[in-house]
Structure formats: C-alpha cells, structure tokens
C-alpha cells in the first residue's frame, strides 16, 4: 500500500496552460506538504498544511495554489505555467508539524513546461 | 535561505568501504534528519538526532551531531551497491517550523 500518493507522474505542457497535481496520504497524519526540487537537487519547501489549515506559505508566485479538501489530501494548481516551473514537486505528510516527525515522501511528480 | 549543506557534493567508493558525508547549518536548530533519496524516487527518512544528543546508530548507519560546530555526519559503513542514492540532512530552525533541505550527497558505490 502506497502511504503517500501523487498523481500524475509526469506531467509535459505548454507554456501558458494550467494543471492540477493531486496528493493523498494513508497515513493518518495531520500535516501535508508540497516541496520543489530543481534540477540541482536543491528541495524547497512551498506550503503546509495542518488539518487542512494553511501553516506554510513560502515566497511562491500566486499562480500556484494548494487546496486541502480533507487532511488527507493536498492539491496543488498551477495557473499559467513558465518554463521555470520545470521541476520535481514532491508531496510530503507527517504525523506532526515535521521539526520531530520525519516527512514520508511521496514519489514526486516531474513536470516539464514546453 | 539555505540552512543545511552537504559535503562533498558527490562520492564514490568500492562495494565494502564506508561512506561519510557531512552537513552543516547556519542556526541553532531543535534536531537534524537525514533523508536517501533513490533515482527517481521520493525521500526516505534515516536518522532524527535531537540537539541534545551526540550520536545515533541504525544498522549500519551512524549518526553525530556538534553542536558547537553546526554540523552533522552520517556514516554508512561495509557500503552496498544498494546504498547507491542521494542523501540528504534536514533541519528546523530553534523558532521556525520549517524542514529545510540542503543539496545532498550523490553516493555511488561500486561493485
């Protein structure tokens, strides 16, 4: 059983266009994330949310958008995509705020702006 | 701005050698993780040491944490081709809630 879920895998669209990546946890955790990865590895974090609260919002432009419809899912939109947002987003959840609770991860979702 | 840096950037050893890689961070911090991530794959989290304590084992993973240094090392000793994979450390900021990554350590042991 896969704990923390994100769909899709890959994701190719063009400049301009909107989409949606979906994330769900079995997990029973509180707390949701979405990190970024470039493509020198580097992972930064974008939001959190905890029971379905937005406690993190990193400096992120406002085309992206994360929705958390239930803690057990946490959705992230994208408006009017750049080839800048070409990257790995990674969906995370932990059973607490994540300063003493390790991030289980799930297995990233590469999208690729043409 | 980024709290954690690994070192060296990459690494590669003979199956049966041990691997060390280090992380240092700016501010005083609650604990330091450290995470592997495999190509093409999610993190998996290894270690958690609090600030108060100076050194944690798993298997044959080791773990120490100075404080007084502001850095970490994880230690992987008789490496497998399986412990090819990026490794990360994580920390918290004593007044922030944020994990915040660094770069990782590429490893790559060979058979």
């Known amino acids: 059983d896969t704990a923390v879920s994100q769909t899709p895998k890959y994701l190719v669209t063009q400049m301009g266009n909107d989409k949606s990546i979906k994330c769900e946890q079995n997990l029973g955790h509180d707390t949701m994330y979405w990190y970024k990865q470039d493509s020198k590895k580097f992972l930064k974090i974008m939001f959190s949310y905890n029971n379905k609260e937005l406690i993190i919002n990193e400096t992120v432009p406002n085309r992206f958008s994360p929705k958390s419809p239930d803690k057990a899912h946490l959705n992230l939109h994208i408006n009017s995509l750049e080839l800048g947002d070409s990257a790995v987003y990674f969906c995370a959840s932990s059973l607490g705020t994540g300063i003493n609770s390790p991030l289980h991860f799930g297995n990233g979702t590469r999208l690729t702006v043409t | ?111």
């Open chain 2, 1 to 111: 701005s980024q709290q954690g840096e690994e070192d060296p950037q990459a690494l590669s050893i003979q199956e049966g050698e041990n691997a060390t890689m280090n992380c240092s961070y700016k501010t005083s911090i609650n604990n330091l993780q450290w995470y592997r991530q495999n190509s093409g794959r999610g993190l998996v989290h290894l270690i958690l040491i609090r600030s108060n304590e100076r050194e944690k084992h798993s298997g044959r993973l080791r773990v120490t944490l100075d404080t007084s240094k502001k850095s970490s090392s994880l230690l992987i000793t008789a490496s497998r081709a399986a412990d090819t994979a990026s490794y990360f450390c994580a920390t918290d900021r004593n007044n922030d809630y944020k994990l915040s990554f660094g770069a990782g350590t590429t490893v790559t042991v060979r058979a």
